[in-house]
């Protein structure tokens, strides 16, 4: 009998069976549409696979703790391949607009891609030391002037339009990127609270619900940044990216875009 059919026949049989003798069956629970399975479960994330909560966040800290640091004048020429345009080599992929732009336009001038700190370097005072604040997942090319537009600010929705910023929306208190990049960003933060928990002599970083956290070692919102993960699943070019820092740079791994239901199973 083919293995469907046999599934099928026993949950009648089962069913049929708790009818006859009067009782209940429990709820079955279905596995969440959002579970993943990796190449790495069985080897780099095998003491983390199956667990939840604080035991799950404890055993990811340990594993991506593992990590090869690189300077911060190194941080250019690597995103220059980790955020490559998978269409053209000569250029990177910029966050929050989207734009395609020339490699060689790396810099601090109007048309120029700089460093975003995704988590605000101010955000615990890391600054660009190497550690937090050369950590390559959540380093990525930026327009100069959108850049400076989103500034420390902390993650929520609404506001007004940037200028070039490829829909992403500003306001006083809070930056909301394009689309397509909102759960890059959810995964980027939720890695860096992670990988950061205040035992190498950096701030612990931790997610909260506010905005305006300052110079505290905080970034809101988690129920937004949540929200972003769900809705806005890890594409190819950030899986790409994930594996460009893990194979060629810092040997570590964002979980979050191997296990994007680890989020809801942590947080």
Known sequence: MP?????????????????????????MTA????????????????NAVGKTGTSLK???????????????????NALMATDQDPNNSNNVILLYSGVSRAKSLNGGDVGDWNREHTWAKSH???????????????LRPADVQVNSIR?????????????????????SDSFQPRAADRGDVARMILYMAVRYEGDDGF??????????NGSNPYMGKLSVLKAWNEADPPSAFEE????????????????????????????
């Open 3 to 27: 293995a469907t059919q046999k599934r099928r026949w026993r949950t009648l049989a089962v069913a049929t069976s708790a009818v006859l003798v009067g009782i209940t069956l429990p709820t």
């Open 203 to 212: 701030a612990n970083l931790e997610p909260n619900e506010q905005v305006n």
């Open 151 to 171: 500034g420390n600010l902390d993650f929520d929705n609404g506001g007004s339009t940037v200028t070039n910023g490829g829909g992403s929306l500003v306001d």
């Open 240 to 267: 790409r990216r994930n594996q460009v820092i893990y194979d060629t740079y810092q040997h570590n791994r964002n979980p979050f875009i191997d296990h994007p239901e680890w989020v809801e199973a942590i947080w």
């Open 31 to 46: 596995t969440p549409a959002s579970a993943t399975t990796t190449a790495y479960d069985s080897t780099y994330y095998k």
């Open 124 to 138: 615990g005072n890391f600054g660009e030391v190497t550690g937090p604040g050369t950590d390559l997942h959540h």
């Open 58 to 76: 404890s055993s990811l800290h340990t594993i991506i703790s593992s990590q090869t640091k690189i300077s911060y004048s190194a941080v250019w």
